[in-house]
């Protein structure tokens, strides 16, 4: 378990001090992967740092598994850094090593015996699926080979925790998709706790359990997912998880109603039940619904027809079972739970 | 042809050239002995460095500047009395390899002290986010990622301490230098002077591109790349 507790980070220059992180306290649950999100500048990066303490923060204190990391001492911290993978944007593989090579690096800080090196980097490439690779060098990869690299290197020594610094942020989508993938098995099957430091909604919902968001060096919500991506309540929240429905709110007459898609009503044809078993027309001004693992997640924005009309559809939404909100206008949007 | 041309003969200038050869590469050698570490060290203290200590890295980086804002020709003439003292003369060849590695020492610093610099950043953060401490960082990430550019900086150095020892020559040792300047331009022959000028390109560019081939050889970041384009190639 990760604990960041009342954490600071300040970083004093001349125009005056920057505060990088402003009394941040999280707590990262073995098993999960623990989205980061915020808009650049928010203080991700210095965030993840402060985990392995490649940042001291200036107060606040980081508990590994309860142990104090800010203050241990620097053998103990490199002692304990072999138990955090970390994974970067940019890779950060050593150039002038072959792909081998660079997963051998963190095992030979350990000075692990040869042998049992050769198998851990055999079986590691397998891993990732670049075992044909071995013998190359980071230059003769494409990004999403960089990063398989360079989370092998990343779990050589078994890491319980893995740090991801926008480690999908310099891949294409469909690259992403994979790497995310890749994470989530690493998750799944290994049991490595992830950090996810992401400036993408995507890279969220695809992976992460819980997802703390960042804004101006402060936490300005954290949640489960699931609970964070329907009923978003901070500002910043609200413009990440849906920065369109914003705008469609805003757009439209009559009587407004989001509809919540958490997964549980993927089977019901919500629209055309409310045509068919109420008679009413609904007008969707927003939808932006996706289909994870066979079930719908998202929201949706439709305008209802008279007093009458909604009511009825209003009962229907009820008796369907599905999440909804009578929006007024975008100030009052998401400000409360349902 | 001159009569000093005739008296050297072919003996004459081999030697010049073997000995311009050995007291360069000797001395280069033994200035990286001072200048590598020097220079790993200014990188290593500087202000953001792996192991910052602004004080030290102050004094050494005043060190280097002074010697390196010294012209040879008197830094030279300067060392004159300390190389009595070290080396037990001031004159022939053990004297000018002093002061060759004197004057060469502190450049070889700074070209190390740039390559080692060019190392990225994020490398160097990734090896920290792995446990490795100071010394591994040096040992395994910025000594062989900054390889290639210390190969070169040593070309560099090479041909500057081979320009040194030439004027080493007229005070002090032997080489092809001593030969221009001490012994042709006295009697003003000509063929001698432009011989000597010859050999001494020749050895500049042998230097230039042995080290250059090296350099690339070592380089992993670019020359299996091509080198597979140019069997693609070749294949279709």
């Known amino acids: 378990m990760i604990e960041l507790v009342h954490l600071d980070k300040i970083y004093p220059s001349r125009e005056g001090d920057v505060h990088a992180l402003e009394d941040i306290s999280l707590t990262i649950n073995d098993g999960a992967i623990y989205g980061v999100i915020g808009l650049s500048g928010a203080g991700k990066s210095t965030l993840v740092r402060c985990i392995n303490l490649l940042e001291r923060p200036t107060a606040g204190k980081v508990l590994l598994d309860g142990e104090d990391l800010t203050s241990a001492s620097e053998k103990r911290l490199r002692e304990v850094r072999r138990s955090i993978g970390m994974i970067f944007q940019s890779f950060n593989l050593l150039e002038q090593r072959s792909v081998e090579a660079n997963v051998r690096f963190p095992l030979e800080l350990i000075h692990a015996p040869k042998e049992e090196a050769r198998e851990r980097v055999k079986e590691l490439l397998e891993l990732v699926g670049l075992s044909e690779k071995a013998a190359m060098y980071p230059s003769q990869l494409s990004g999403g080979q960089k990063q398989r690299v360079a989370i092998a290197r990343a779990l050589a020594t078994r890491p319980k925790y893995l740090l991801c610094d926008e480690a999908t942020s310099a891949l294409d989508p469909q690259t992403t998709q994979s790497i995310l993938e890749l994470l989530k098995s690493i998750n799944k099957e290994l049991g490595v706790t992830i950090v996810v430091i992401t400036h993408e909604m995507k890279v969220v919902e695809s992976i992460c359990t819980d997802v703390a968001v960042l804004d101006k060096s402060r936490v300005a919500e954290e949640g489960k997912v699931a609970d964070v991506f329907s009923f978003p309540k901070s500002e910043i929240a609200k413009q990440l998880v849906i920065p369109n429905l914003i705008r469609s709110l805003k757009a439209g007459t009559g009587k407004k109603i989001r509809l919540v898609f958490r997964g549980e009503t993927s089977d019901t044809p919500v629209i055309s039940g409310l045509a068919l078993e109420c008679g009413v027309a609904a007008n969707i001004l927003y939808a932006d619904t996706k289909n994870i693992d066979g079930r719908t997640y998202g929201h949706m924005v439709i305008t209802l027809e008279g007093g009458e009309a909604a009511e009825k559809a209003k009962r229907y939404l009820g008796r369907c079972n599905v999440l909804y909100r009578e929006e007024e206008d975008d100030e009052v949007i998401c400000s409360a739970g349902l | ?236």
């Open chain 2, 1 to 236: 042809m001159t009569k000093l041309f005739v008296q050297l003969g072919f003996e004459g200038f081999a030697l010049g050239a073997f000995e311009t050869v050995y007291m360069t590469i000797l001395s280069t050698a033994a200035a990286y002995l001072i200048g590598l570490p020097l220079g790993i060290i200014l990188c290593v203290t500087d202000r953001g460095g792996i192991k910052p200590c602004v004080p030290l890295n102050r004094v050494l980086s005043l060190i280097v500047n002074i010697f390196r804002s010294i012209p040879f020709i008197i830094l030279m003439v300067a060392l004159i009395p300390a190389a009595r003292v070290i080396v037990g003369t001031s004159i022939g060849n053990a004297a000018m390899i002093f002061m060759l590695i004197v004057a060469a020492a502190p450049y070889v610093a700074r070209m190390v002290e740039s390559s080692v610099k060019e190392v990225d950043k994020g490398v160097i953060e990734a090896a920290r986010s792995m446990g490795a401490g100071t010394f591994s960082i040096i040992w395994k990430v910025l000594l062989p990622e900054a390889k290639p550019s210390l190969i070169v900086g040593a070309v560099i150095s090479t041909v500057t301490v081979l320009g040194y020892s030439a004027m080493a020559g007229t005070i002090a040792g032997g080489g092809l230098g001593s030969i221009a300047v001490t012994e042709a331009r006295p009697s003003n022959a000509q063929d001698v002077i432009w011989l000597c000028v010859a050999l001494i390109v020749i050895i500049v560019q042998v230097i230039q591109e042995l080290g250059m081939f090296l350099a690339k050889q070592t380089d992993k970041r670019v020359r299996k790349n091509k080198k597979i384009k140019e069997v693609k190639e070749k294949v279709s």
